[in-house]
């Protein structure tokens, strides 16, 4: 059974950086993996994935090179590097795996959310 768990969220100012982890349990190893997040009242977005293998990643259009996505298959865990924040990134951040090589921007090619961790970025 595949368990995701993020962590590193937490409250910052306009201007710094987090690090995010999501430990994978249950076959994540050979499964492309991204990040989504959530703002207040808004849809779950896609924030960027990986393949399997680390090729990519892809990101959105929206985070002009502020963000950075890695996997340590040994580890089973997807790491995003947020820098330069700003209070717009404020959300609750996702991870999630799905079959085939590519990242899906689509939120129904994944299934096995886990609880979200929340970024807060103040001005």
């Known amino acids: 059974q595949v368990q995701l768990a993020e962590s590193g969220g937490g409250s910052v100012q306009a201007g710094d950086s987090l690090t995010l982890s999501c430990a994978a349990t249950?076959?994540?190893?050979?499964?492309?993996m991204a990040w989504f997040r959530q703002a207040p009242g808004k849809e779950r977005i896609f924030v960027g994935g990986?393949?399997?293998?680390?090729?990519?990643?892809d990101y959105a259009d929206s985070l002009s090179g502020r963000f950075e996505i890695s996997r340590d298959n040994n580890k089973e865990t997807l790491v995003l590097q947020m820098n330069n924040l700003k209070p717009e990134d404020t959300a609750v951040y996702y991870c999630?795996?799905?079959?085939?090589?590519?990242?899906?921007?689509?939120?129904?090619?994944?299934?096995?959310w886990g609880q979200g961790t929340q970024v807060t970025v103040s001005s």
């Open positions: 999630d795996r799905k079959t085939g090589r590519t990242p899906s921007p689509q939120t129904y090619d994944y299934h096995y």
């Open positions: 249950g076959s994540t190893v050979r499964y492309t």
């Open positions: 990986i393949s399997w293998d680390g090729n990519g990643p």
